[in-house]
């Protein structure tokens, strides 16, 4: 059963224009959530972060919004560059060290 | 370089076989975790470590599988008569506290043949 669901595997978006990944999670229990970037052949690399006591936490061009009533959250990128394409993770704190991933989100972004 | 490093990057074993990883994490960091990634998934929990202490195991982790942090410094995963299902990506991270953003090293990706 999967507690962290990307469901878009994909996403293609223009270079200047807003990127949104989406991430929904099954557990309310769930109080920290990650963003991870990864490029092939390469381990993936920190993002962002966000508590459940924030709805919004920004870094550059980099936001993410939770919303803990619909068990949702999204990263928004703005405006989105060629070197944001890469595989995209969100990741949940689920207690007791554990980090449990989502599947990924493969972004695009077109020249 | 001060990020993780893991080696090797790459290893190709018969079924049956064992192996060995290593993973050097960043040196302050006190807290090393292992994880698995198969293609089109997320990286999968597999152990925890708080210094030499092993904290946390994924029931992921068969007893084929062992982990050791002898020193607190570096990690080793051993992965005993392997199968092709353990053909995979094997990530180490590690992070000052937590919860807390995690460090990921390059990964080993693992065929078994």
């Known amino acids: 059963d999967q507690q962290v669901k990307q469901n878009s595997p994909s996403l293609s978006v223009q270079e200047g224009r807003i990127s949104i990944l989406n991430c929904d999670y099954t557990?309310?229990?769930?109080?920290?959530f990650l963003w991870y970037k990864k490029y092939p052949a390469e381990g993936p690399t920190f993002l962002i972060s966000?508590?459940?006591?924030?709805d919004k936490n920004e870094d550059g061009r980099f936001t993410v919004f939770l919303n803990k009533s619909a068990k949702h959250l999204s990263l928004h990128i703005v405006p989105s560059q060629p070197g944001d394409s890469a595989v995209y993770f969100c990741?949940?704190?689920?207690?007791?060290?554990?980090?449990?991933f989502g599947t990924g989100t493969r972004l695009k972004v077109l020249a | 370089d001060t990020g993780v490093s893991q080696d090797p990057r790459h290893k190709i074993t018969k079924r049956g076989q064992n192996v060995t990883f290593r993973c050097d994490p960043i040196?302050?960091?006190?807290?090393l975790y292992w994880y698995r990634q198969t293609l089109g998934q997320g990286p999968e929990f597999l152990t925890y470590?708080?210094?030499?202490?092993?904290?946390?195991k994924s029931r992921l982790l068969s007893d084929r599988f062992s982990a050791e942090r002898p020193k607190g410094s570096f990690s080793t995963l051993e992965i005993q008569r392997t199968e092709q299902g353990d053909s995979a990506m094997y990530l180490c991270?590690?992070?000052?506290?937590?919860?807390?953003?995690?460090?990921f090293g390059p990964g080993t990706r693992l065929t078994v043949t």
């Open positions: 470590f708080q210094n030499e202490a092993q904290l946390e």
């Open positions: 966000i508590s459940s006591i924030k």
């Open positions: 040196s302050e960091h006190n807290r």
């Open positions: 991270a590690s992070s000052p506290r937590g919860p807390d953003e995690q460090y």
């Open positions: 990741a949940a704190y689920a207690g007791t060290y554990k980090y449990i």
């Open positions: 557990n309310s229990m769930f109080d920290y």
